[in-house]
């Protein structure tokens, strides 16, 4: 076990709004969905979101941003459902500026005739899914053919959100955080706010609201730790809730996910604290940063037929906080199953910022 940085998964637990590899979608008109045909001339399969760049029946060239790899697996896509070439039939939500010819994908159909969804398996409307002889959206038969969902006994196994009727394209996890305490240094930063500043966009790790997030967790119960790897992660390593006093770091440096140290209470429950931070960008969620003075206490509890977890933690900063915050949620047990980590590319997170 690498030691240092070790608990990502606290940065992916603390924050109360996604910071990690979503935008805002105030920029494109959601209520305005477009067809257009063309010509893939470039595709980018990388984390934050998957980008391609088509050119259109008119001659027009469009950047067209898409879901993450996780979230597109999920709806039956693999590395090759898009290529070089192919030729698309799109629906999306075009940039309210209407100089950048920019989109957020809603649904597709690719060369064969499949039609795909971007974000939510419903996307795709059902006279679509009827003339290609699909039933329902592949993403739909994705998930429900993942396999059993087994109760976990320690808290292992593949943990998510319940998302049912959350609808990921709005972005709706990935504004500005609003109704904190803040003191005027939390104040003067949300005030500056800049979406370029996402540390996402860059690669940086953190920031998944484990209660609300699109993305899982994994976690693997030992001896001496939790172990914890998060389903959106780019690194290839776990993050740790050490339990055994003997095996906590001690010459863990000061980092953006502190060391996180918790013990037993009977067979369902862990308690925990996070300490040792560095102050980081956004380390309090989105939009708002965190200082070395941050710390993090919580509760897990395995429900009694293992198949949820529910948390609660309470984050105070006193350079940014004018009070400690509270919050808490459900896990929902999915299929156990093991996380591909897809590599995340720095300039292809920017891209929608300059997308001409």
């Avoid at 990935?174 to 904190?180: A, M, R, T, V």
């Avoid at 740790?240 to 906590?248: D, G, K, M, T, Y």
Wanted: charge should be negative; aromatic fraction near 8%.
């Amino acid at each position: 076990m690498n030691a240092p940085g070790t608990m990502l998964f606290f940065s992916l637990l603390v924050a109360c709004l996604s910071s990690h590899a979503h935008h805002s979608r105030a920029n494109f008109q959601l209520d305005n969905l477009v067809e257009m045909r063309g010509t893939v001339t470039e595709f980018n399969w990388a984390n934050p979101h998957i980008y391609w760049r088509m050119q259109l029946e008119n001659g027009e060239n469009w950047l067209i941003e898409g879901h993450s790899i996780p979230g597109v697996n999920r709806l039956g896509w693999t590395r090759d459902t898009i290529q070089v070439g192919d030729e698309l039939l799109i629906a999306a939500f075009p940039d309210h500026s209407t100089g950048r010819k920019f989109a957020l994908v809603e649904y597709l159909v690719i060369a064969d005739g499949t039609p795909l969804a971007g974000f939510t398996p419903n996307a795709i409307p059902a006279e679509l899914r009827a003339d290609s002889g699909a039933g329902s959206a592949p993403g739909v038969e994705r998930e429900r053919n993942a396999g059993p969902v087994e109760p976990s006994l320690d808290f292992s196994g593949n943990w998510r959100a319940d998302l049912r009727g959350v609808n990921l394209r709005t972005g709706a996890f990935f504004d500005p955080q609003e109704n904190l305490p803040l003191t005027e240094a939390g104040e003067a930063i949300i005030a500056a706010y800049d979406e370029a500043e996402n540390p996402s966009y860059q690669c940086i790790q953190g920031g998944l609201p484990i209660g609300g997030g699109p993305y899982g967790i994994r976690i693997d119960r030992h001896d001496d730790r939790l172990a914890i790897r998060g389903e959106h992660s780019n690194i290839d390593r776990d993050n740790v809730i050490w339990l055994v006093e003997s095996a906590v770091p001690t010459d863990q440096p000061p980092s953006r996910d502190g060391l996180a140290v918790g013990r037993a209470e009977g067979d369902r429950a862990i308690v925990f604290e996070v300490k040792n931070y560095a102050a980081a960008k956004w380390g309090l969620g989105r939009g708002l940063d965190s200082s070395d003075q941050k710390h993090v206490s919580g509760r897990l509890e395995l429900q009694i037929d293992g198949l949820a977890i529910d948390y609660t933690y309470l984050i105070t900063d006193p350079v940014y906080l004018t009070e400690p915050i509270t919050r808490g949620g459900v896990l929902r047990k999915e299929p156990d199953r093991e996380f591909v980590n897809e590599p995340c590319d720095p300039e292809i997170g920017s891209l929608h910022l300059t997308p001409e």
